[in-house]
């Protein structure tokens, strides 16, 4: 069935692409300390691919909607992964520069912006030609298969590292990425569906016109919960440096390069596989925003305890509980995205939810390495916890009543072609 096939092979070019970035996660600080010395400069790449992330609202609002299919998914991965070698082929010829770093990161944030909601959004309407609410479920075993290469990759990046291949791991990421997007040049997007197929029923998308590239503010009218839900996540994702950068600095001040990093992403991985496999169950008998609100909660606690119990044993077991809970709250909004949404809409909310979570990780990023020199990483570890369980514990208490989004209730009763009626209709 060529909606299977399709599903695998975005599937599994996902999962590849990030278990080499991993890797790259690993390696890269350490390729940035020893090129500048700088603790600061640590985050440069991810904080300046942030950027054109941050803007994309405005830039990428027709762009995201070009990248509707797998061959052009795959023109993007190109740019990623020359984005990616820049890094570690200045560092191989000694002249790696805070600039360099910014530019990779810039150059790779536009395509980010652009390659992250339209690889989400194609495996999206794959899952809505397999059936309802296989949308969700593809959208999280997506999900669980990044989750499972932070079981694996932290690891295989600590032996890479360890065995003096820091920068080549960096130039294995670029040619799995690129190698990822060639997987997804095979897949057909709805529009050359429709025109293959000449459906009358297609209207203005069989005779070749484009959709209306809504913007995501319109995109948020009456889906408040997907806005209370970002909310959550998107400060758990500003809070993450503390995770990433600070058990990198406690590894390097320790004489254990990696280690910690390597254990508290081992942990967070495998019981985000857990989460990944009790998730859907939960997130149908659940509302979608107090799972969200209680997941970002646990996690922050969990940075908490890190900074408290700084072992790799303990960072283990921490990150194991973080990935159980962040994985459901991430299944939560994605169930809120997917019922209620459809076409150009929901890619315009896949992006906007791209926006939060690239957005504020990367100024999380860009702050993270200056804080983290200033006050030491095990006490950043514990404020960013408490913000965080803060955060998400208010959105919950402020968020008003217990409504319906527009277009969920809709999504309950009817069938899955009348769904899609609905959806397009609506972003008419």
């Known amino acids: 069935m060529d909606a299977r096939r399709d599903a695998v092979v975005l599937l599994a070019g996902g ?34 691919a942030g950027i054109p992330v941050i803007l994309s609202p405005w830039w990428a609002r027709r762009a995201r909607q070009w990248v509707d299919s797998g061959p052009r998914l795959a023109a993007v991965a190109v740019v990623s992964a020359v984005a990616l070698a820049i890094v570690p082929a200045c560092a191989a010829y000694g002249v790696l520069r805070p600039w360099v770093l910014m530019v990779s990161g810039l150059l790779l944030g536009c395509a980010d912006a652009l390659s992250t909601p339209g690889r989400s959004a194609l495996l999206a309407d794959t899952g809505d030609r397999l059936g309802r609410d296989r949308a969700v479920l593809l959208l999280t075993w997506q999900d669980g298969l990044r989750r499972a290469g932070m079981l694996v990759g932290p690891s295989v990046g600590a032996v890479a590292v360890a065995a003096g291949l820091t920068n080549t791991v960096l130039w294995v990421e670029a040619v799995v990425v690129l190698a990822a ?33 809504p913007s995501i503010r319109v995109s948020l009218r009456g889906r408040e919960d997907v806005l209370y839900g970002w909310v959550a996540r998107g400060t758990g994702c500003l809070t993450w440096f503390a995770f990433t950068l600070g058990l990198s600095v406690i590894g390097a001040e320790r004489g254990r390069p990696g280690v910690y990093l390597a254990a508290g992403m081992s942990g967070y991985g495998a019981g985000a596989l857990l989460g990944t496999a009790v998730s859907l169950a939960v997130v149908r008998r659940i509302a979608p925003i107090p799972v969200a609100s209680v997941a970002w909660t646990v996690m922050g606690l969990c940075w908490v305890g890190m900074g408290v119990w700084t072992t790799p044993a303990a960072i283990a077991v921490l990150g194991a509980l973080s990935g159980v809970t962040v994985v459901l709250g991430i299944a939560a909004i994605s169930i809120l995205i997917t019922r209620s949404s459809y076409g150009a809409e929901r890619r315009a909310l896949l992006s906007g939810q791209g926006v939060v979570v690239s957005a504020s990780s990367s100024a999380g990023l860009f702050v993270g390495g200056p804080i983290i020199a200033a006050v030491g990483a095990e006490a950043t570890l514990i404020g960013a916890g408490v913000l965080t369980s803060a955060v998400a514990l208010g959105v919950l208490l402020v968020r008003p009543g217990n409504a ?6 809709e999504c309950h009763t009817a069938s899955h072609g009348e769904d899609r009626d609905q959806h397009v209709g609506g972003a008419a």
């Open 181 to 213: 997007g060639g997987l997804a040049a095979t897949v057909k997007g709805e529009r050359a569906r429709s025109l293959a197929s000449a459906r009358p029923e297609s209207g203005a998308h069989a005779s070749g016109e484009r959709e209306p590239a």
């Open 15 to 48: 999962a590849v692409a990030d278990f080499a970035f991993r890797l790259a996660q690993i390696a890269l600080p350490l390729v940035v300390l020893q090129s500048t010395g700088s603790i600061a400069a640590t985050g440069l790449v991810g904080g300046a």
């Open 404 to 409: 319906v989004p527009a277009g969920v209730a």
